[in-house]
């Protein structure tokens, strides 16, 4: 049903998100995706080199999570995977749609699961890639 | 009298806006020229972090000084330091919910800053802070960036080698080697135009110009409300040169950047103390005030004994309770320093 799929993760929760999103594949032949985006944005009077600094450690960051995406879908046991990872720039839900839609995916693999205080004070990026996807999601409860 | 105190007002946000943005651009063009001059971007990059942040701190403090407002710059410092742990992490822990910590970091950065702290203490026993204390204030301080810089140096090669090999296995993709290409010719490229120097000479003109102004309407509003130096130090010039610390803090929080966050506020603590009342007290005798000594830096001491209290109880995390009781220890300290003491 599902032939490309679009699994996004900041780091947090991979381990259910790569299970629901195998649990869906099963035996077919399936292109997935990872992404990373790594969140530019900083308030106004961040210091130059400190936001050059926030980039360069997310980047690595996002490189680690990608590339242990990769091991998973990767695995001999998942031989019908192809597997890619994409790392991004700039806001991360705008970026998630945004993909999904230059890469006509069919679905989108997220976690949810932050409480209300946290989606009061941090916001919810799965809220706002709901409210704009271009295919179907799949909200992977974390907690 | 109203026009006056809305001018100073507005003085005062506009110098905080020129000293941050000064610092900013002043440490931008030295870590360019340092760079182009072959100093090793590892002793850059942790000068430029620990220094960044601070210098609108160290230019009050400075600033204050040497224009006749020691209590000022004093209040400043200390003030900061107490803001940095009680205020920042306490709004950053309760806003994103959690400061992870990692243990060998915490333990340099915490030490170095409850010993700073101490050390600060000590000296204020004696009077006056004059320049043998300022002495071991600034070597103290120039220990502290060495291990800064080993601790760097070792993190650095043990990420080169893990980039070495993940270089050789993704090779095979041609957009990687585009980037790889790229960097290098970024690396290449070491001449500094004239327009780096000239950004070198206006973020010290702006820091100097702004510092100045700061000082100037924090002592007249004081004057004008009949608060005291110290106070205007320990509270409004505190808070306000500490916004660097506070959108670093909170935003690396907020993004999962959780060594970022602790490390800024620990190295500024440390920077404040070693440097902002170090140099100043190299140049003149730094006076000492009674409640500086009997409540504010046992404040500033305790807040720092609370910190690791309130991570040793989140099992190594500073947590969003840990954050309120912060938030709620700063308001506790603000109202009996205001109201009670003063």
């Not at chain 1, 308030?43 to 997310?58: A, N, R, S, W, Y």
Request: aromatic share 6%; glycine share 10%.
């Amino acid at each position: 049903m599902y032939e490309k799929i679009l699994v996004a993760t900041m780091g947090e929760y991979m381990d259910p998100i790569i299970e629901h999103t195998l649990d869906i594949i099963q035996e077919r032949e399936t292109e997935v995706i990872g992404i990373y985006v790594v969140e530019t944005s900083v308030p106004f009077l961040t210091p130059k080199k400190v936001k050059e600094m926030m980039v360069t450690e997310l980047t690595a960051k996002g490189e680690e999570i990608l590339d242990s995406m990769k091991q998973e879908f990767q695995s001999p046991k998942h031989y019908m995977i192809k597997f890619r990872g994409v790392m991004r720039e700039g806001s991360p839900a705008d970026e998630i749609v945004k993909v999904a839609e230059d890469e006509g995916v069919d679905l989108i693999v997220l976690g949810t699961g932050k409480n209300i205080v946290d989606k009061r004070l941090l916001g919810s990026v799965s809220e706002k890639v709901v409210h704009s996807a271009p295919c179907t999601i799949l909200l992977v409860r974390t907690s | 009298m109203l026009l006056m105190i809305i001018a100073l007002i507005g003085v005062l946000i506009i110098a905080l806006v020129i000293v941050i943005k000064s610092a900013d651009v002043f440490v931008d063009s030295i870590v360019e020229i340092g760079g182009a001059l072959g100093i090793s971007q590892i002793i850059l990059g942790v000068t430029a972090s620990a220094i960044g942040t601070s210098l609108p701190e160290f230019g009050s403090a400075v600033v204050a000084s040497l224009t006749g407002s020691t209590d000022l710059g004093v209040g400043t410092v200390i003030g900061s330091n107490i803001w940095n742990i009680a205020g920042i992490l306490g709004i950053s822990a309760a806003v994103a919910g959690v400061i992870q910590t990692n243990k060998a970091g915490l333990t340099r950065d915490w030490l170095m800053t409850l010993i700073t702290g101490l050390i600060l203490l000590f000296f204020m026993l004696f009077g006056d802070i004059s320049w043998p204390a300022a002495a071991v204030m600034i070597i103290a301080y120039c220990f502290y960036l060495w291990i800064l810089i080993k601790a760097q140096k070792k993190h650095s090669n043990e990420t080169s080698h893990q980039d070495e090999s993940q270089e050789k296995q993704l090779k095979e993709n041609s957009n990687l080697e585009e980037d790889l290409e790229k960097k290098s010719e970024e690396r290449g490229s070491k001449n500094v135009s004239k327009k780096t120097y000239l950004y070198v000479l206006l973020g010290l003109a702006g820091l100097i110009v702004g510092c100045r102004l700061l000082v100037y309407s924090a002592d007249e509003l004081g004057g004008m409300f009949g608060i005291s130096d110290m106070v205007m130090g320990l509270f409004v010039l505190a808070v306000g040169t500490s916004i660097p610390e506070l959108v670093v803090t909170l935003s690396s929080a907020m993004k999962g950047l959780h060594d970022l966050s602790l490390g800024t506020v620990l190295g500024s603590n440390t920077f404040n103390i070693l440097i902002g009342i170090g140099i100043p007290a190299l140049l003149l005798n730094v006076p000492v005030d009674r409640i500086s000594l009997t409540f504010d830096a046992p404040v500033m001491i305790f807040v720092t004994l609370l910190l690791m209290a309130l991570i040793k109880m989140g099992k190594g995390k500073l947590n969003r309770w840990g954050g309120i009781v912060l938030m709620i220890t700063y308001m506790a300290y603000a109202i009996i320093r205001i109201f009670i003491l003063s």
